[in-house]
């Protein structure tokens, strides 16, 4: 079974393994609440899955 999106192509976005799971977690809980989805037709049913498609679309960033 493949994560999708891939560890590698979140990393090319985020470069801190910490950072991509303190991010993905946190948006997390906001679907939950708020079901407020920043991709079209997500692949994942879970909020973790669509937070990291967020990540990966660009969506979701940190600013340095």
């Known amino acids: 079974m493949m994560l999708e999106p891939s560890i590698d192509a979140?990393?090319?976005?985020i470069k801190s393994k910490?950072?991509?799971v303190t991010l993905?977690?946190?948006r997390a809980r906001q679907l939950s609440d708020t079901k407020n989805v920043m991709v079209d037709?997500?692949?994942s049913v879970k909020y973790v899955g669509m937070a990291?498609?967020?990540i990966e679309?660009?969506?979701?960033?940190i600013e340095d």
């Open 10 to 13: 979140l990393q090319e976005k």
């Open 18 to 20: 910490y950072t991509l």
């Open 24 to 26: 993905s977690s946190r």
């Open 41 to 43: 037709n997500p692949k």
């Open 52 to 54: 990291l498609e967020e």
């Open 57 to 61: 679309a660009g969506k979701l960033y």
